[in-house]
Nanobody, 124 residues
């Protein structure tokens, strides 16, 4: 299993960028696909991006395509989410999560290991 810990959120103006990161403890980090799943106030947690265990496959939601890029460094047990061209509707607590699978998945029910979340706020 892996235990993610997020950092790097904050306040940014619309059109700006943020790069939250996630350090994951645990053995054999490359066995686990990792994802970012934000939750906005009053809404359900949703999928935005995932990367496979080896780091060779990525998937992302249509709402962030071309703006967000997920990456990982298995030597450092780190996952990052580069967020560009941010919009106020991107405001949410961003959770880093580890999947029970090595392959990418959009299904939030496939993620078993969750961090505490980091707040990203985009002002208009």
């Amino acid at each position: 299993q892996v235990q993610p810990v997020e950092s790097g959120g904050g306040l940014v103006q619309a059109g700006g960028c943020q790069r939250p990161s996630c350090a994951a403890s645990g053995r054999i980090f490359s066995n686990y696909a990792m994802g970012w799943l934000p939750q906005a106030p009053g809404k359900e947690r949703e999928f935005v991006a995932a990367i496979s265990g080896p780091g060779n496959f990525r998937v992302d939601a249509d709402s962030v395509k071309g703006r967000f890029t997920i990456s990982r460094d298995n030597a450092k047990n780190m996952v990052s989410l580069q967020m560009d061209s941010l919009k106020p509707e991107d405001t949410a607590v961003y959770y880093c999560a580890g999947s029970r699978y090595s392959g990418t998945t959009r299904n939030r029910n496939d993620y078993d290991y969750w961090g505490q979340g980091t707040q990203v706020t985009v002002s208009s």
